[in-house]
Structure formats: C-alpha cells, structure tokens
C-alpha cells in the first residue's frame, strides 16, 4: 500500500505477524499531477509512529503545505514533508535543495 513501510513483526510457528509499524513512506514526484492529497490521502490510512511524504520541490511550497494540512491532521503519529529536487535535475550536488517540514497538530 505504501512505497516504503519499515514494521517490526514476531514469529509464530511458520507465520510472520506485524506488531508495530514505526515509519510509513509516501512519494509523488511527478510535477504535471495536481492532486498530491489523493497520495498523501494514504499516510491517513496507516497506523505508522512516524510518517512521511516526499515530493517535487514546488515553487510555492506554503502552498503545499496549507494543502496537505488537513489530511496532516488526520493522521496518527508524527508527520513529516520533504520536498526535494525533481529526478529531473538530480546532478550529485541537490544536498542543498532538501526541504524538510513537520506537521504540527
């Protein structure tokens, strides 16, 4: 359901059970989607300790972020955004175009 979901589970028997997710990730790089929300929508449904969602860097990123907010606010644990630099324009030197924000509640 997520593109990186890190859990800690327990053996019993032959069957492996999750106990406890720790982070779920979510990512949208495409510049051309309007709707990060319908992404960002799936950090809502996890039940992660920590949650965070990557996206293109944007030229307005408050925009962005007054956007997610609301689903931000629905979502259990703490809530992280990092807007990094489109794939596009990856050239090893992007450390510094590294956005990050948490979501307070």
Known sequence: MHDITLSRSVQIGELWYLTEVLWQVESELALDRPDPVHDFNKLVLGSAHHKL?????????????????????????????????????????????????????
């Open 53 to 105: 969602f990557v996206a293109s860097m944007v030229p307005e990123p408050e925009n962005l972020l007054r956007t997610l907010e609301p689903a931000a606010a629905r979502c259990t644990g703490r809530v992280f955004l990092a807007l990094i630099p489109h794939p596009d324009h990856w050239d090893g030197n992007t450390a510094g175009g590294v956005r990050t924000w948490q979501f307070r509640r």
